[in-house]
């Protein structure tokens, strides 16, 4: 396998190949599985888009109702739903399932640990902080887009291996989507 050279963004900073990030998400996320099991992950992005990953070891997942995002938005259209998650998460990973319509934020694992407060209060809103134990359908690193109507897609692609959103953009979004929802609820 030959690796891509790298290109020269500005004067002494090398910007690896667009190639050499996907192979190397690619890996770490499979790297949450033991080594016999990353075959079958493989083979279910090959056949079903889809790969069910465990959360809590390398990251977790903070599971956010699109009402709330649309709430916030004032839209349905999957495109500017998009757009607002890539902004409000500073460009952290965002999967999206629109046969639930529901947005997976992705997060340093131990997020529902030290957030756990919160999530009991989010509960009641449909957020839900999933970590250890929890498994999470992750699309095959390509797929993104809204074009896919029933398959889960990278509202908010992995730009590169370890990439997370912060848990305090993915809270404060939360917050304001209780705000909109129920203007006289307080946090």
Known sequence: MSVLPHVEHEPGVLVPQAADRHSATVLWLLSTLPAPSRDRARLEWQEHKVAMLPLGTLFSAA?????????????????????????????????????????YALVPADMPKAWQRAADAWRAMGVELLGLGSYLGVPQVDAVGGARA?????????????TLCAPLAVARLIVAGRRSTDPGEGV
């Open 63 to 103: 599971r956010i109702p699109g009402q709330l995002v649309a709430a916030l938005t004032g839209c349905t259209e999957t495109a500017e739903l998009d757009a607002f998650m890539d902004q409000a998460l500073g460009g952290g990973p965002v999967i999206c399932d629109p046969r639930h319509f529901r947005y």
């Open 150 to 162: 029933c398959a889960s897609y990278w509202s908010v692609p992995m730009g590169s291996a370890a």
